[in-house]
């Protein structure tokens, strides 16, 4: 019999408490793609004890780095010539490895990388990378699953228009950019603190970057670049998770290591709510004494409302007092995990990328799955608001994303546990 992990809360638990939140993922990842850039020894610290960390290490590992994790600290050894591909058994399980193209190009005049293909939350497409990086005189083709990209010439300075600010586009031009032949200006750029995060170790590192947090980043390009050490900023999605759980257990949580100003919209909506926040230097506190009342949330590319919380927000509505309209507009999948969440008792309907949620006192208890990271943390956060125990499966999603989740819960104050369960096998 196989066997899988679940977690399992008790509901009616109150999040009341202090937690740390360490580097974000979706920092993290791209910044140890960023040491590729300079020949010698990166340090990035306060990366979160995530798989896709270590998945990220195998991968630059596999380019000729010698890379070492070492608690929240990696320590990456580049060559003077890394390779130059990233194969499909890697990027398939993380697809952020496609933030490899652009600095290997930018280093190597060659890459080839697997394509990552569509995953839970959608189709998540690379057109803004690849005309980004044509832009730049990269000559790009696709073949045999793989994105081919070559500059023997070196990739030079471009202007570049985005369609939409995507996060990784704006990492992957950003990292080709910094060695590319004079200035590069990005045109709707993504602005979120990852990214703001990305370009301060590679200006730590010499290159020369404008505009970095705004939409629009100017970039030239310099010979070569140093390697640096640099901290992770603190990861505002594992955060925000926390501050809408407060708000949905009626708890009362300290959240450390994430500045607010990062979650001024998400901590105005639990205000609007009913919640407290008070703010702090690089923590906030969120205190909720009666039931949530209903708000409408909007998903919009930073500084709007983060599309990973969304599954919080819908959390949120089905606990509500009234009714929530939930919008999303980033992924077009993201709603999947709707299902899971109604098997909770929650009263959600969707149209296209609409979710009407009518809130309930309580929701109930029961076995569901994680479908994605955030998925499942929401699962879990809303089982701490039903009758009787909820079982989430498929929690290496969420081992993807939240580095001590368990502990965390249990130091908030949960009956929490894991199990390792067995899984029936049906043999044809
Ligand atoms: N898109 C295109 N063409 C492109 C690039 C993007 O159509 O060339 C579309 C995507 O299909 C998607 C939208 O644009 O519908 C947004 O994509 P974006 O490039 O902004 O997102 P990403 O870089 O693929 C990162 C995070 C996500 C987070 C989004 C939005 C990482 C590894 N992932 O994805 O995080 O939701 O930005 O903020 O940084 C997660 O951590 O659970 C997660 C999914």
């Known amino acids: 019999m196989a066997r899988v992990d679940v977690i399992r809360v008790k509901g009616g638990a109150r999040l009341a408490g202090d937690v740390h939140v360490g580097g974000a993922k979706n920092s993290a990842l791209k910044l140890m793609a960023v040491a590729l850039l300079a020949e010698g020894r990166s340090v990035v610290r306060n990366v979160p004890r995530i798989t896709d960390i270590a998945i990220m290490a195998e991968v630059l590992r596999r380019l000729g780095c010698d890379v070492t994790l070492d608690g ?67 000559d790009i083709s696709g073949e ?5 990209a070559s500059a023997p010439a070196g990739l030079r300075g471009s202007k570049i228009w985005l369609d939409f600010p995507s996060v990784g586009a704006t990492e992957n031009l950003l990292m080709a950019a910094v060695l590319a032949k004079g200035t590069t200006e990005i045109d709707n750029a993504a602005r979120e603190p990852e990214i703001v995060d ?59 290591g994430v500045r607010p100003q990062y979650l001024d919209i998400a901590l105005d909506k639990l205000v609007a709510a009913g919640a407290v926040v008070e703010p702090g230097d690089d923590l906030f506190r969120v205190r909720m004494e009666n039931r949530p009342r209903a708000v409408d949330i909007v998903t919009l590319p930073y500084p709007g409302f983060a599309t990973d919380l969304l599954p919080m927000a819908i959390g949120l509505g089905a606990v509500a007092n009234g009714s929530s309209l939930i919008t999303e507009n980033i992924f077009d999948g993201r709603f999947m995990f709707v299902n899971e969440m109604a098997r909770l008792g929650a009263d959600i309907r969707t149209d296209g990328h609409h979710a009407v949620v009518r809130g309930r006192e309580r929701l109930s208890g029961a076995p569901v799955r994680a479908t994605d990271i955030r998925a499942g943390a929401g699962l879990v956060i809303a089982g701490l608001c039903a009758d009787g125990v909820t079982e989430v499966g498929e929690v290496h999603h969420i081992d993807r994303g939240y580095p001590d989740f368990v502990a965390d819960l249990a130091k908030l104050g949960v009956e929490v546990e894991r199990a390792d369960v067995p899984e029936p096998t049906f043999d044809f």
Do not use: K, Q
Request: net charge negative; aromatic share 4%; with cysteine.
């Open 198 to 256: 990305i370009c301060e170790m590679l200006t730590a590192m010499g290159a020369r970057i404008d505009g970095a947090g705004t939409s629009t980043l100017e970039i030239e390009g310099v010979d070569t670049l140093n390697p640096v050490r640099h901290d992770t900023v603190g990861d505002r999605i594992v955060g925000g998770t926390w501050a809408f759980g407060a708000a949905m257990t009626r708890g009362d949580v300290t959240v450390h």
């Open 72 to 138: 929240t600290e990696a320590a990456i050894e580049v060559p003077a010539e890394p390779g130059s591909e990233a194969d499909y058994d890697l990027v398939r399980r993380l697809r952020a490895s496609i933030c490899v193209l652009g600095p290997l190009l930018a280093r190597r005049g060659y890459v080839r990388v697997a394509l990552p293909g569509g995953d839970m939350i959608g189709s998540r497409g690379l057109d803004m990378h690849v005309s980004g990086l044509a832009r730049m005189g990269a």
């Open 144 to 148: 045999h699953g793989f994105v081919i």
